[in-house]
């Protein structure tokens, strides 16, 4: 069975930094794809930024401040947030995926106040 474990999550003042981390289990899951989402009450789980063999994507709106990054030896993806902006308050979701169906983090909470 596949596990995500995510880390980093917090509260945080508006133009703050935050660091997320995810790491899979066991050892022999060999993602190809990995990606964080966010989602906010009352709203869907949007994609903040996904990193694959072909590069990197990120949601306009992330753009300039967040930067994904892997490293595929210890199945770990990490989320660096910079200059955060109370909109960016949300639970953030680790994904990955070596095909369908993919696999989901538990969330972690951000918080980013004014």
């Known amino acids: 069975q596949v596990q995500l474990v995510e880390s980093g999550g917090g509260l945080v003042q508006a133009g703050g930094s935050l660091r997320l981390s995810c790491v899979a289990s066991?050892?022999?899951?060999?993602?190809?794809?990995m990606a964080w989402y966010r989602q906010s009450p009352g709203k869907q789980r949007d994609l903040v930024a996904k990193?694959?063999?072909?590069?990197?994507t990120y949601a306009d709106s992330v753009k300039g401040r967040f930067t994904i990054s892997r490293d595929s030896a210890k199945n770990t993806v990490a989320l660096q947030m910079n200059s955060l902006k109370p909109e960016d308050t949300a639970v953030y979701y680790c994904?990955?995926?070596?095909?369908?169906?993919?696999?989901w983090g538990q969330g972690t909470q951000i918080t980013v106040s004014s």
């Open positions: 994904f990955m995926s070596a095909g369908s169906p993919g696999y």
């Open positions: 066991p050892s022999i899951f060999r993602p190809n794809t």
């Open positions: 990193i694959a063999r072909y590069g990197s």
